[in-house]
């Protein structure tokens, strides 16, 4: 029978046991183990058949068992304890409460397009969601005021199966957003909120708000599936990364302009402080800005209405940009018609719209005019921007650098924030054990302990932790089997697929090209060799997402499950299909080594390397990403870079021989070495002291408190203060300043060094000597406190480029005639060798933070 209508029943609960409904509704529940604990003892079987969703187990729950539940006090009691705790988790002083000034940010918006919080709210498709996932999670741990906005996608991301000859094949299911962990911001009369954004055509789009709850941290998703909305506009938010043109253009202007009015309903309906700082993760939600720049822009509520440039002065003060790609195909561009067409809609009244082209506009050497760039967006609309890791920082800056003409690599405004992952969703509560030093207030520096721990204890977990795995992996790769057509009988061979006492290497990611899913098919010959070594044997888990339209990934994921399927190594190789934070959580434990072999330096970060790690898995990666910073010769292993290479053939035969080589003559003598020669204790004590040394070096570093520290104190604060000194007395100084830079931006082409004079040093300098510089500098219309006249120096190379710079400010100055003035001041010779130094001109002012940020330069 097919139902003709379909609701959701809430289930009522006694009086007695009426929190259970708090905690599987606050997600706090998927870190706090304990209370996932307590859901999973309510009723076993049904736990599993909901895929351990607390939500979901307690709609499924019988009203006898309900009433079990409730007359069962012990348990009650367990409810009530749990509560309680969670009581104090909200609301007790943290670490935010207690380090901050009492002047730090009340509140601060994470804009994100995607969030990987819990398999059961499935708003994700890798790395970056996990990450924004563990940013609300961490921030909420530690008492940071944050809100998060996103969009609700109705079909979340695709299921990944395969077909019987080895093909990727993608399912949407529906979300029914009822069933899920969300309640509806509702107006007081009970009317569920909304935002609403004029589109082309005089049609519209709605959409109303979901309210998930992170811990502390209120996550709004907006969600365009309501009836008031045309088919067209319901179908915006249907999937995360579905569709291209205009259908991503309405996802992304959701994201930020809708999102922004979202955050103002939510404060206006809860008495939530506005947010004082706006964080863009990633360029999709870059239309924000927009949207505050046209609040200022408005003439509302008696404000005196700012100008375009002072409006943008203002805005770009408080708000961070972080990049998460070196990748230009991962970035979002539009044609700037279609920009155009959308906003001369009306969705930013008093806007002009040359100005909003003007933004993303590519109009360096190697940009494309016709198109609108979301990153490029993004960085013009914040004063602080940073990549995510050491070396992406240096990356982002190169590759961006067309933005700030004139000034050198190391000079261009990015920074960087390396990622981190949240320990208690990550770590196995079997590793989380024996952090054992409890006299330490953090899990992170519980580990400082570590050595003390017996190594044939360690070894035992670790076989465990591997054991758990191989039995996840027997289980999903039947299931996957019948999907793919196999019959029971056919089956028997996937109950000895892996081995829990073989070398376990895992490699589980997206599937983008860079990420080289397939290096390890480089020569099939070797690698199973590897596989089946009589004594050392290797066995590898490979699981990952290809993007749907993305035909190259399909077909490496297509050429790994073909040989994986060879009978001959099937039980040492297995692909386990619809990677997700489910699958992750085993197997991040369970591998002894975590294997990433990206194309350097495209891989931003990376995090699961880090969630190897936490759980004592040794890293074998090429030098990318965070590895490329925190690889310090005994936590694992690097795989040698060959990208002098020409040919990415070539590049690619020598990096996977290096692979081969490193897993032969290192790894694997490492992980069985002793054993085979000592035959003694069977407890392979070098590698168990690799893992300790990981656990407790790496483990503070690549915990996400650490980065949350970073952004708080490194972008957050400093934000907020730019943004309220801005904002003072009627947003003074956000008029002041853009008119400034009007002016300087007007004047600049009058701006030169005419010429440069140095008293004689001595015909042979030396070290200590000083060098009495003066430079005779034309400023037009500008004045001396307009500028920094200053003088760059160090060691020349045979092309007179100038390496390992110093600065040193001109500070004195006098007028010579007319718009011409003499900048004098003196540097110290402290060095040997070829010496040269050459002096530059730029602006100067207290609104800017960094001296590229206008992109002016005058140099001699
Ligand atoms: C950590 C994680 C990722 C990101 O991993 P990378 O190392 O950045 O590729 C993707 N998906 C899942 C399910 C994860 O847990």
């Known amino acids: 029978m097919k139902a003709i209508r379909r609701f959701t029943v809430r289930t009522v609960l006694p009086e007695s046991i009426r929190p259970l409904s708090r905690l599987a509704n606050n997600l706090r529940w998927s870190w706090n183990k304990p209370t996932e604990q307590l859901f999973a003892e309510l009723n076993p079987q049904a736990w599993d058949s909901v895929n351990h969703d607390p939500v979901k187990l307690l709609g499924s729950l019988t009203r006898e068992e309900i009433q079990q539940i409730a007359e069962d006090t012990e348990l009650v009691e367990r409810i009530q304890a749990l509560d309680a705790q ?16 009492a002047d730090a940010p009340k509140s601060i918006a994470y804009f994100s397009a995607e969030y990987g919080i819990t398999s059961v709210l499935p708003q994700y498709s890798g790395g970056l969601g996990i990450l924004a996932g563990d940013h609300l999670k961490t921030a909420s741990d530690m008492g940071v005021p944050i809100v998060g906005v996103g969009l609700l996608y109705q079909h979340g991301y695709f299921k990944q199966s395969l077909s019987r000859d080895a093909w990727q094949l993608e399912d949407y299911p529906v979300l029914d957003p009822d069933g899920l962990p969300l309640s509806l911001l509702r107006e007081e009369d009970g009317a569920p909120a909304r935002v609403e954004l004029p589109l082309p055509d005089g049609r519209r789009l709605l959409a109303q708000i979901w309210r998930a709850d992170v811990g502390r941290v209120p996550l709004l998703l907006l969600d365009s599936n309501i009836a008031d909305n045309d088919d067209h506009a319901r179908n915006i938010t249907d999937r995360l990364y579905g569709g291209g043109g205009d259908h991503r253009l309405q996802q992304e202007l959701l994201l930020g302009m809708g999102g922004v009015r979202a955050l103002r309903t939510f404060s206006r309906l809860t008495g939530a402080p506005e947010p ?13 800005g927009i949207e505050r720049i046209s609040e200022l822009m408005s003439a509302e509520e008696g404000r005196k209405p700012l100008s375009w440039e002072e409006a943008l002065t203002a805005v770009r003060a408080a708000t961070v940009f972080t990049t998460h790609t070196p990748v230009p195909a991962g970035i979002d561009r539009f044609e700037k018609d279609q920009i155009y067409r959308f906003f001369s809609a009306g969705l930013a009244p008093g806007v002009p719209a040359e100005k909003i082209l003007a933004l993303g506009d590519e109009n360096y050497p190697g940009g494309d005019s016709s198109k609108f760039n979301m990153a490029v967006m993004g960085l013009r609309l914040a004063q602080r921007a940073n990549g995510v890791a050491r070396l992406h920082g240096k990356v982002s800056r190169e590759m961006f650098a067309g933005l700030w003409p004139g000034f050198e690599f190391d000079e261009v405004p990015i920074g960087s924030v390396t990622n981190g992952v949240h320990v208690p969703s990550w770590i196995d509560p079997r590793i989380e054990a024996l952090a054992v030093d409890r006299s330490q207030p953090s899990l992170e520096s519980r580990w400082r302990a570590i050595n003390s721990i017996d190594d044939a204890r360690l070894w035992r977990i670790r076989r465990e932790l591997r054991d758990t795995l191989v039995q996840d992996v027997r289980a999903r790769l039947r299931t996957s089997w019948k999907k793919r057509g196999a019959a029971d009988a056919e089956l ?4 000895s697929v892996l081995d829990p006492n073989v070398l376990t290497i895992g490699f589980a990611r997206r599937v983008p090209t860079y990420k080289r899913l397939t290096l390890m098919l480089r020569d099939p010959q070797r690698l199973k060799r590897l596989l ?3 004594q050392r044997p290797v066995q590898l888990v490979v699981a990952g997402k290809s993007h749907p339209a993305d035909e190259m990934g399909k077909q490496m994921v297509r050429d790994l499950v073909k040989f994986t399927d060879d009978p001959e190594v099937r039980h040492r190789i297995v692909f386990l299909p619809n990677y997700d934070i489910a699958m992750a959580r085993t197997l991040f434990p369970g591998c002894d080594v975590w294997l990433n072999n990206p194309l350097r330096p495209l891989e931003a970060c990376g995090t699961s390397g880090m969630k190897a790690a936490i759980n004592g898995g040794l890293n074998l990666s090429v030098l990318d990403g965070w590895w490329d910073e925190m690889y310090d010769g005994q936590n694992g292993w690097a795989i040698p870079t060959a990208d002098n290479r020409a040919t990415a053939e070539e590049r690619d035969n020598i990096e996977a021989a290096a692979l081969y080589e490193l897993i032969e003559d290192h790894v694997a003598p490492r ?16 590698w168990l002291a690799m893992v300790k040394h990981t656990l407790s070096t790496l483990g503070p570093k690549v915990s996400a408190k650490r980065m949350i520290e970073d952004y708080v104190t490194g972008l957050y604060v400093p934000a907020a203060l730019a943004g309220r000194t801005v904002a003072e007395e009627e947003h003074a100084q956000a008029r002041e300043a853009s008119r400034w830079a009007a002016r300087v931006h007007e004047s600049w082409g009058a701006v030169h060094v005419e010429h440069v004079e140095a008293a004689d040093v001595a015909e042979v300098p030396q070290i200590g000597d000083t060098l009495q510089v003066t430079a005779y500098v034309h400023l037009g219309n500008l004045r001396p406190e307009d500028v920094t006249v200053e003088i760059g120096y160090g060691r020349v190379s045979e092309s007179d480029h100038i390496h390992e710079r110093q600065f040193s400010e001109l500070d004195e100055h006098r007028g010579t005639e007319a718009g011409k003035w003499a900048f004098a001041g003196s540097i110290t010779i402290d060095r040997s060798g070829p010496f040269g130094y050459t002096v530059r001109v730029l602006p100067h002012h207290e609104s ?13």
């Open 86 to 101: 969670l009581d104090t988790y909200l609301t007790e002083p943290q670490w935010y409460q207690q380090t901050q000034r």
């Open 276 to 288: 004082e700082v706006f964080h863009c993760n990633e360029g999709h939600a870059g239309f924000l």
């Open 492 to 495: 028997a061979w996937t109950d």
């Open 532 to 534: 089946l070594d009589p």
């Open 671 to 686: 992980f069985y070495g002793e054993k085979i020669a000592n035959g003694g204790d069977q407890v392979p004590h070098q």
């Open 848 to 860: 800017l933070t960094n001296r590229a940020e206008l992109g002016l330069v005058a140099s001699a």
